[in-house]
């Protein structure tokens, strides 16, 4: 399909001579939120490590909003407006709240542009508005992950890929997070791929899902429907 934003072609990729991903095909559409499910060691984090170019792939293409990105370096991935959260979130724990969200702006060319998506990410998470002189590591976990979302947001991403975005968070605070990335895709037109081992939630708010199975697709159709194929869910999903 010509109009999606992400193109993934038969990708192939690890960290050695055997590879983690295996002929991997996915495309996400503008404004899209695709999951990307699958059991412990499936090649979730490896895929989305791949495609922000963390992981160099063997074979296949990587199309960002109709450039091939395979031999594109981290930085020019970042100006074409993909932003990584990586899994553990990523947050300086020495620098402070605002710190952190400025350095999402740094690169930014348009630092007049970079200053008011600051401003929209305080008004999105008052809660690190009130925490903004506060170091990293004072923050609790779920404060942590809206940094490292709020700090990805600066950068204006047409898509996040986000990793595992409710490990160690309160049901509670995974609901706030799954319910903030769903206005985002609303009110922003923002696509997200988003892995997650917490299958519920992530079917609560993606269009689609991807299945994973020793890094292999398995399977992909709408959310609503992986929600509803108990053989799948059983086999794949533990639930
Ligand atoms: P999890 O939910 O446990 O993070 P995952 O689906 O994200 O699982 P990956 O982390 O992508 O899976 O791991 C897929 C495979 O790649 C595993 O077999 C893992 O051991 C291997 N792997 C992951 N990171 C590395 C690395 N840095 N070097 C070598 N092998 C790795």
Redesign the pocket.
């Known amino acids: 399909m010509s109009s999606a934003l992400l193109r993934v072609e038969g990708l192939t990729a690890?960290?050695?001579a055997a590879p983690?991903?295996h002929d991997v095909n996915l495309t996400v559409q503008p404004g899209e939120i695709v999951a990307?499910l699958?059991?412990?060691?499936?090649?979730?984090?490896?895929?989305?490590?791949t495609l922000s170019g963390l992981?160099r792939s063997s074979r296949g293409q990587v199309v960002f909003d109709g450039a091939d990105l395979k031999s594109t370096k981290v930085e020019r991935m970042v100006r074409r407006g993909i932003a990584h959260v990586p899994?553990g979130r990523g947050v300086v724990t020495e620098l402070t709240v605002d710190e952190n969200l400025r350095l999402g702006g740094l690169w930014r060319r348009d630092q007049a542009d970079a200053k008011r998506a600051l401003d929209e990410v305080y008004e999105l998470f008052p809660a690190l508005a009130q925490r903004r002189a506060s170091a990293g590591h004072q923050l609790s976990g779920g404060e942590r992950q809206m940094l490292a979302l709020g700090r990805a947001l600066v950068g204006r991403p047409r898509l996040l890929l986000l990793?595992?975005p409710s490990l160690g968070l309160a049901p509670k605070i995974t609901a706030q997070i799954m319910a903030l990335l769903r206005d985002l895709q609303k009110n922003t037109g923002l696509a997200v791929l988003l892995?997650e081992?917490n299958v519920r939630s992530a079917l609560s708010i993606a269009d689609e899902g991807v299945v994973?199975a020793l890094?292999r697709v398995v399977t992909r159709n709408k959310a609503s429907a992986l929600r509803d194929d108990a053989d799948l869910r059983h086999a794949y999903l533990g639930f």
Do not use: H, I, S
């Open positions: 690890g960290y050695g983690v991903l990307v699958g059991a412990n060691g499936a090649g979730k984090t490896t895929l989305l490590r992981v899994e990793d595992e892995v081992q994973l890094g």
